[in-house]
């Protein structure tokens, strides 16, 4: 699970704790579970979880993979980071966010019947308790690291030949890089980057009584050095700031260092300006970016320890309060840059490797891959279980050869470059007509989308950049192929971004088709992300913000009215990274009411409440966290035995729902639906990554009886290895129903 600019990664107050009744790990609320009335008020608070609770708990549920003596130690350290990385993020949006609330002097209350001050009140009481946990485990870690040779060391402790060539390292290759700025009233405070490592240094002049104040940035960069410096090729480092410290006096020859402390601001990184008034997209936010640059900050971070002096100073400096929003961080701070450790090439100290494989049909057909969809019907992507590269990169990269094909229309929210931008290029240059829509506002990656944006521009591709007012977050690839005497729609629609390197750490899926009915769906959607009006109906999509919702809703309330005529019959299953939006919520409660059977599959923030007597009593909600990040969305309805699959790029949050463009289309073919129910079955039945929501928001993370037992994601590698092995000797149509069989049979047999 990386963080890499991704869409980035659940309770009312949590704490760690043991259960005495049995082994299970516990992530416990404060509140209690509602009690229901003969008649509940679906708008009463108690009923809901607040989102930015619940997405701090998803974090408790990360950690604890950091914890867990089951988890490889250098995956540990990873989830170390990652967890790091994360609150990173939530202070730059969520916690930004709720201070521009307060600040506007906002006192709505969320639909959990909290104000933004009473919820940035309770985010920092949760943060103190997650980081309490963060520097426990950090030393526990490292303390187990020591046992296998691998250590983080200060450089004091080095013998002097050690030291004396990191000092020559330091002066040839990091001290030309360090402007030490000074504070005094010819030397303003100095401007503070967001999440750049600083540190504060105290001196005098020999033999005087004066002090001054001096700031230097630690260039922690890919062009100066990583933040990590090993040790005459061993598995020993120590940081960059630490090196700097210890070579001082190269920075202040003939000055007495009285002290030197370390430091980290975060800035708010929401920053919303009137796309209505602007005249030119594009401008407005390069604009937003530079202002981003130098937005609030919301976050001082200081070294356990720092002066009480000098940590009221920088709190005044920087505008600050310096009993809600400073934060002493003992050990390593800046914990995200333990990616460099958790990247040794060790193998032993981590997960088995995988190696994402082709996928069962096109890795042993190396016809054009129009024609094999064309006569094999619909094929269901499954990444990183199986390739990017051969699949998706595959279909584009035709696509951009292929004599064939007329015309290319994608939509880019989130991409690595590489192929998926050279086969546009490609296309173009082979003449053929090449339009995209490129995501301008995708958070964190602005500058990197204006970047691909002026790139194929300058290719002679058409660029727009979506439709005003709303984010387009679908994930489609629309080609227009001449196939005989007759123009056919071929598409890719996804669950995940175009990006080659999250595929290998994301679950997501993907269907490359031709269906009729979707290709002229597309068509008229991708008219309206280049036009202006959207149609009033599709005929099998659901796309947002317009029928996704409102069919969502619909299909909830038919599973009702089944149930009614049919007791039993009901059944309606979701997977998704987050259940926000309050009427979809609702809804299930009231389905859940009915006793329809409701099961979601919810990796992170979660308004909903299972388990409630008298109202979700039929209901549960299980979050899977592993070595991949959780990031498929899958729908299904059982629809009175005329079953419905919907896979897309929509979670279930108001923003998606109402504010932004997105897709979920149907999964008729037979196959297909058997691979996304052996998914489902899979993670429902996980006793290794699987935690259970209880009523009062809890979660408990199932304790398997075999130490062995594999988790979910595991479960489904090797289900696509033994597929391919399948295919590879082309049996892959026979063994499909008996693998299928096999992991049902499985299933059935675990308590």
Request: charged share 30%.
């Amino acid at each position: 699970m990386n963080q890499t600019s991704a869409e980035p990664i659940a309770d009312d107050l949590m704490v760690a704790e043991e259960d005495d009744g049995d082994e299970a790990d516990i992530v416990s609320v404060a509140s209690a579970a509602p009690v229901i009335s003969p008649e509940p008020d679906l708008d009463d608070p108690s009923l809901y979880l607040n989102r930015e609770l619940t997405w701090l708990a998803f974090n408790r549920r990360v950690l604890h993979e950091a914890d867990d003596p089951r988890t490889p130690l250098l995956e540990r350290v990873k989830f170390l980071a990652i967890v790091s990385s994360n609150l990173d993020e939530f202070f730059m949006k969520r916690i930004g966010g709720l201070k521009q609330q307060i600040a506007a002097g906002v006192h709505s209350q969320t639909v959990d019947g909290r104000t933004p001050m009473q919820q940035l009140d309770e985010c920092r009481a949760e943060i103190a308790d997650i980081q309490s946990d963060q520097e426990r485990i950090y030393g526990e870690v490292m303390t187990a690291l020591e046992a296998q040779d691998i250590r983080l060391v200060e450089v004091h402790a080095l013998t002097p030949d050690v030291r004396k060539r990191l000092r020559e390292h330091f002066r040839t290759d990091i001290f030309p890089m360090i402007t030490p700025l000074a504070m005094d009233p010819a030397h303003p405070f100095p401007f503070i980057s967001n999440l750049a490592l600083n540190l504060l240094v105290r001196l005098r002049f020999p033999g005087g009584s004066d002090t001054y104040m001096a700031r230097i940035k630690v260039p922690v960069s890919k062009d100066v050095s990583k933040r990590l410096i090993q040790v005459d090729g061993l598995n020993t480092f120590v940081t960059l700031d630490d090196l700097i410290v210890h070579n001082l006096d190269m920075l202040f020859p003939g000055m007495e260092i009285v002290s030197c402390e370390l430091f980290r601001v975060t800035r708010n990184a929401i920053v919303e300006p009137e796309e209505e008034a602007a005249s030119d997209l594009l401008e407005m936010i390069e604009t937003e970016l530079r202002e981003r640059h130098f937005a609030p900050i919301v976050r001082l971070e200081v070294q356990a320890g720092m002066d009480p002096v000098h940590r009221g100073m920088l709190a005044a400096e920087l505008g600050l309060n310096e009993a809600d929003d400073v934060y002493e961080v003992g050990g390593l701070m800046g914990r995200r840059d333990l990616f460099e450790l958790a990247s040794l090439d060790i193998p032993e100290l981590h997960d088995k490797p995988h190696r994402s494989g082709d996928h069962p049909v096109l890795g042993n057909d190396r016809r054009n891959i129009f024609h094999i969809i064309r006569e094999n019907g619909p094929l269901l992507l499954q990444h990183p279980y199986e390739s990017f590269s051969t699949t998706v990169e595959r279909f584009l990269t035709a696509a951009a050869k292929d004599p064939k094909v007329l015309a290319i229309k994608m939509t880019l929210y989130r991409t690595s470059g590489g192929a998926i931008l050279d086969a546009l290029i490609k296309a173009a240059r082979n003449g053929k007509q090449v339009a995209v829509m490129v995501e301008l506002k995708a958070r964190f990656d602005e500058a990197a989308n204006i970047g691909w944006a002026r790139r194929l521009e300058g290719e002679g591709i058409h660029v727009t950049y979506g439709v005003l007012g709303l984010k387009t977050h679908c994930k489609l690839i629309f080609v227009v192929r001449r196939d005989y005497s007759q123009l056919r729609r071929y598409y890719h629609i996804g669950t995940g971004n175009y990006h080659g390197g999250t595929a290998k750490l994301y679950t997501d899926l993907g269907m490359l088709g031709c269906d009729e009915d979707i290709g002229q769906d597309l068509t008229e959607l991708f008219n309206y992300l280049t036009g202006y009006s959207p149609p009033p109906s599709y005929r099998k999509i659901l796309a947002a913000p317009y029928t996704l919702k409102r069919g969502i809703l619909e299909k909830i309330e038919r599973e009702i009215a089944v149930h009614q005529r049919e007791p039993g019959g009901g059944l309606i299953q979701m997977k998704m990274n987050a259940l926000e939006d309050p009427d979809i919520a609702r809804a299930l409660y009231k389905a859940s009411r009915a006793g329809v059977k409701v099961d979601l599959i919810v990796r992170d923030t979660c308004r909903f409440r299972p388990g409630i007597p008298g109202l979700s009593e039929n209901a549960r909600v299980v979050s899977i966290v592993g070595r991949f990040l959780e990031h498929g969305r899958i729908l299904y309805f059982r629809n009175g035995g005329s079953e419905e699959y919907y896979i897309g790029s929509a979670d279930m949050m108001r923003r998606n729902l109402e504010s932004r463009v997105e897709v979920h289309a149907p999964v008729e073919d037979p196959e297909l639906r058997q691979e996304l129910r052996l998914i489902l079955d899979v993670q429902f039945a996980d006793q290794r990554s699987a935690w259970d929501m209880q009523p009062d928001g809890r979660y408990v993370q199932r304790q398997p009886e075999d130490e062995h037992a594999k988790g979910a994601q595991d479960t489904l590698m090797g289900v696509a290895e033994k597929r391919l092995s399948a295919a590879a000797k082309h049996k892959e149509k026979n063994l499909r129903s008996r693998l299928l069989s096999h992991f049902e049979h499985r299933l059935a047999q675990t308590p």
